[in-house]
């Protein structure tokens, strides 16, 4: 089960760099929607066997994050037809690098800190996602991009979260994936208003005012 | 002794059969039959026998390009440990005397394209060396990756079990080493997301490019050359990835013959599934080759 853990925390960090090296918003999508089966499986394959706690986490996750966020951000880019983020601020090449230098420094990073549980990966790969969120969330200038990026740093929160996942009740838990999916939801609808009102999901031009 | 030899014979004579293999699986899988299988040792044979056209232009770097290429890439096979144990030759830090040994195939072959003085030999050369500086990068990060695991600086002692003792690699650092290493496959030897052997507009060909001025037994030993290394670099993801603590010689040579016709086969499935990058992508899938290279290196250190 541990190796099976450890395959699948690769894999999210594969899907990190994906997201940072694609342009296509549809294929960033895609790369967010598989990292969350990842975590959903990712909760069960550490869990060991097939606790109720475990099980439902899992459903839950895979329900939210690879299924209705995707499907309702798929819908959020048809509305505003948008295919691809054209001007990031910091260009592929080297935000990919940027990501690679947060690989280098969370692996660092984590292999200072307490262990807490989990296999050794959980920590550092929980690092790097959150940063890489982070990169993107700086960034992109289309603000599906940036809600794509606040996607990502969540689910690093979430992988912290594994290290703790016997002991935070599940009620909690709960409440997270709750209070993501209200707050894609909200920013959705959102970026609707701001391309309706704008003609452009640019955030860059939200600095301008304008009377309607 | 015997085994090392016969697993560098078996290499350099199936070469030519890898990118036939590939071909007719990009063209079985988009709906066409494709070109024969041994297409390859066809052409081979058919150019052995044409006479050599030179520009007068051309000095004698131009006749040199294609022996040296064929001669690096046959000596550089030398190096790798391909009957899975050690390599005809070895001494360490010679994953080093690999890598340069290639590169300085590479720039005969640039320079034999800039002796021609065509300008379209010139652009693939400059895209040659510019994306080959990439791949570098990635082949000495998963280079490092295997020599960290392993303590050894040789390419014997990094593939092959020359001390007795099973690769202490963990699984996965091994998997991303070998998925860069297939990435840098796909550059180095001009296949598709890079470049696309198929292609007849001189301004988007990178290696076939270089090439064109080059007939007769000099063209056939370049394609030669390609073929080999080709299997070379399909020959070191075979290694890293096939499990071979005590496997008798004929079953290694049947796993090897198999590894390898599968890695043609794997491209020629990459080049049916995706299209060519724009050039300006091609660098981003390097360093995305080379990051995955990189990982590996992480795991291993922490």
Known sequence: MRSIAEILLLLVVLMDFAVLGTSRLSACIRAVAVQGVLLGS????????????????????????AILLPWFLRWAIREASVRREVEPLVGYMASFLLGAA?????????????????????VPVALVTVMIGLIVLITRTKALSQVLGY????????????????????????????DVFVGVFVMGIVVFHINREFDSISALKLTELKES | MLSRLLSIALVLVLAPLLPGVATRTRGLLTGRRGSPVHQLYL?????????????????????????????????????????????????SGDVLAFAY?????RFLLVLGAVDTGSSFEGMGASREVAFASLVELGFFFAVAT???????????????????????????????????????????????PVDDP????????????????HSGPDLALLLYAGAVKFALFGALVVILIVPRSGVPLVLWLAILTIGLLGVGVAVGMVESATARLRLSRVPLYLAGAAALAGFGLVLVVS
């Open chain 2, 101 to 105: 040994l290639l590169a300085l195939g």
């Open chain 1, 42 to 65: 990712l909760s069960l394959a550490l869990e060991g066997g097939l606790s109720l706690h475990a099980g439902v986490l899992a459903a839950g996750t895979i329900g939210v994050k």
């Open chain 2, 43 to 91: 052409d081979l044979w058919k150019l052995m026998r044409r006479g050599i056209v030179y520009s007068a232009t051309t000095t004698f770097i131009f006749r040199l390009a294609p022996v040296v290429v064929a001669a690096t890439v046959v000596v550089a096979a030398l190096l790798l440990p391909l009957d899975g144990h050690a390599g005809l030759l070895r001494f």
């Open chain 2, 146 to 192: 295997l020599g960290v695991a392993t303590r050894e600086l040789s390419l014997s002692g990094m593939l092959g079990l020359g001390s007795g003792e099973p690769m202490p690699l963990a699984g996965p650092s091994l998997a991303m080493v070998a998925a860069g290493l297939f990435a840098l496959l796909l550059a180095e030897c001009a296949r598709v």
């Open chain 2, 198 to 213: 198929a292609t007849h507009l001189e301004l988007t060909m990178i290696h076939e490019v270089m090439i064109l001025d």
């Open chain 1, 151 to 178: 996607l990502m740093l969540e689910n690093g929160i979430y992988l912290f979260g594994l290290t703790q996942a016997r002991r935070v009740p599940f009620l909690v838990e709960a409440g997270v994936l709750l």
């Open chain 1, 102 to 122: 947060a690989l280098v420094v969370s692996f660092a990073v984590a292999a200072r800190l307490p262990s807490t549980g989990g296999t050794g990966l959980l």
